[in-house]
Structures are given as C-alpha cells and as structure tokens.
C-alpha cells in the first residue's frame, strides 16, 4: 500500500518566522503535488515538481522534490498569518495518494 | 478562470436512498475524478474516468458507486443505497493531459465539494 507521510502534522509559528514541512513516502512517484485546502473547500493546487532534485519558488514558497522521488518539502520564508491553512502533498503513481496533511497556524 | 464546479453544495438524505452528486469539470480538460474527505481526516482517491471508462479505482469505490458522464459536460458520482459512513465531503477534480519528460503531470483541480450527510 502506497503512503505518504507529512509531518509535522501541526505547527504553530510566529509571523515572521521561517518553516519547513516534509512529505516522506517509500514509494516513488511520476509527479508529486501541494495544495493548500481551507475548511469547507476543496484542494488548491500550488505546485507539481517532476525531476528528481527539482526546486520550485512560489514567493514564500519554496518546493523541493527528493532525488529519489520519494519525498518532497515545502519551505516558507517570513510566514505571514495569510499562510494559515492545511498544506496535503499528493503523489501521483498509478493513482493519486494524499497525505493526511500538516495544519499550519501563523500567529500574528 | 476556468473552475470545476459541483451541484449541489449541501445534500441531506436518509439511510438507504440513492444520492447523485454533479460535477461540471474544466471544459479542455480530459480526465475526471472524484475523492471523498470525512470530516477530519485525509482526502481518499475513490475514481478516475478518461475516454468514458474507468480507469483506475479504489477499495472504497464498491458496487454502491458508480459514476457517469451522461453528456458532454457533466460527470456524476452515485450512490445506490447511502450508508451512515458515506458521509463526507465529495470533490470532482480534473485534469488536462500535459507531459514533462514524457510523464503525465496530473495537476488536478478541485470544485468546491459536496458536504454529504447520512440520517
């Protein structure tokens, strides 16, 4: 069975703050996806990294895929309380698998 | 922008009955799925529909499911005879066929969910 594990699963910052949340499988994935959901609506994409080592810049956001495509991590700069909200990483392979999410609360 | 969008919003039913949730996927858009998200818990693959089949399932997606895409624009989801445990919310996501290095990137988009709720 397919998994991908996001950890933290909750995180609690500081405005102004720098963070990193992981998204770790044992599989390895063609592509692999972050969204961010708010409660009540449904996934939004931010990103889909491909290559292996590949890095993607969205302002804040910075996304990396593992060499291995296996794992990938999000690393926000400067977090600002607009950044709250449920970050999933999903991994495409013969069918989509979601992680359970890491719930990111920026405290002004 | 183009949006998927999803009919209707909130849908009540009694144990047993048939529910049919709407999905109007992004019009270019080539491949269509349907994940369901009990309240708390993780979004769950359910189908995937490309060139009116199903091309890939879940264990969830039982006899009790099955999905339709009765015209050119709608895809559907239904449920034969509502359990208590299908509550959740239900999202229609599709996607176009882009390739990078030969692989499909399968970005997905999302309509707004349905919140289903079982008596």
């Known amino acids: 069975t397919q998994l991908l594990e996001q950890s933290p699963q909750f995180l609690s910052i500081q405005e102004g703050e720098n963070l990193t949340v992981y998204c770790n499988s044992s599989s390895v994935f063609s592509s692999l996806q972050w969204y961010r959901q708010e409660p009540g609506e449904g996934p939004v994409l931010l990103v889909t990294v491909v290559t292996g080592g590949e890095v993607k810049k969205l302002k804040r956001l910075t996304f990396q895929f593992g060499d291995a495509r296996k794992d990938s991590s999000l690393h926000i700069t400067a977090a600002q309380t607009g950044d709250t909200g449920l970050y999933l990483c999903?991994?495409?392979?013969?069918?989509?698998?979601f992680g359970s999410g890491t719930r990111l609360s920026i405290r002004p | 922008e183009p949006e998927v969008t999803q009919t209707p919003s909130h849908q009540v039913t009694q144990m047993g009955q048939e529910v049919i949730l709407r999905c109007v996927p992004i019009?270019?858009?080539?491949?269509f799925y349907w994940y369901r998200q009990i309240l708390g818990q993780k979004v769950e693959f359910l189908v995937s529909?490309?060139?009116?089949?199903?091309?890939?399932k879940s264990e969830i997606f039982d006899d009790q499911f099955s999905v339709e895409r009765p015209d050119g624009s709608n895809f559907t989801l239904k449920i034969r005879s509502t359990k208590l445990e299908d509550s959740a919310m239900y999202f229609c996501?599709?996607?176009?066929?882009?390739?990078?290095?030969?692989?499909?990137?399968?970005?997905?988009?999302f309509g707004p969910g349905t919140r289903l709720t079982v008596l």
């Open positions: 999903a991994g495409s392979a013969s069918k989509i698998i």
């Open positions: 996501a599709s996607s176009e066929l882009v390739l990078a290095g030969g692989l499909r990137l399968n970005e997905q988009f």
């Open positions: 019009s270019n858009h080539l491949y």
């Open positions: 529909f490309y060139n009116n089949e199903i091309s890939e």
